[in-house]
């Protein structure tokens, strides 16, 4: 990796680089030689090592980048999503993630919950929106995702919620007992607002 190869990944948008897009954006051929360059760089401090085989730039990258890079493919959402929509109240300092394995991962002073999704909910597309650097559930497929791994979850205010858009994200899973818990959610909703 020469100098200007790490000029390249410092001008990176992301703020977080796995090995893997390091050794496609250098010429090096070989990714022995690859892992000590960059080692050297980490010792320099021109990079920040946070867990095996993923990068920053320094020590302020995004941690929501991070969360999607640990597991691929990934995308943040549960009760992440939620407390910042305003349908939980209780606060979370774990970063929740969907991804293809269930697994508690604690990285550079930060807790992130991975979740099992089917994949065939995990790769469709709908509902999931493309940030700068990382993929985030819609507060509507957050909420699904919820229901689809808890029966019984306890939600603060669904007022936030577009009713249409959660019965349109509905069939991405498939499961009648989902479809029935989300006509009794908004119903009692309904029914408390009056």
């Known amino acids: 990796m020469t100098k200007k190869t790490l000029s390249i990944i410092l001008r990176s948008k992301s703020s977080v680089l796995s090995f893997k897009e390091i050794l496609l954006s ?12 960059l080692n050297y760089y980490v010792q320099k401090g021109e990079l920040y090592h ?18 999607t890079k640990i597991f691929t493919p ?9 407390v910042q929509a305003g349908i939980i109240f209780q606060y979370y300092a774990t970063i929740f ?25 995990l790769l469709n597309a709908a509902g999931i929106e493309r940030k700068e650097n990382y993929y985030i559930a819609s507060k509507e497929r957050a909420f699904l995702d919820i229901l689809y791994l808890n ?3 306890y939600f603060d205010n669904l007022s936030p919620l577009d009713y249409e ?17 989300v006509d009794l959610y908004f119903k009692r909703f309904h029914a408390d607002r009056r």
């Open 50 to 67: 946070i867990r095996r085989g993923l990068y920053a730039k320094d020590k302020n990258y995004d941690r929501l980048e991070l969360a």
């Open 165 to 181: 858009k959660v019965l349109a994200l509905l069939p991405i899973y498939n499961n009648q007992r989902m479809a029935r818990k």
């Open 74 to 82: 990934s995308y943040v959402s549960f009760e992440t999503v939620l």
């Open 97 to 121: 993630v969907a991804t293809y394995q269930t697994k508690e991962v604690m990285c550079d002073g930060q807790n992130y919950a991975f979740k099992k999704i089917k994949s065939s909910i």
């Open 26 to 37: 250098s010429t090096e051929a070989k990714p022995l030689l690859l892992k000590r360059r």
């Open 151 to 153: 029966k019984g979850y």
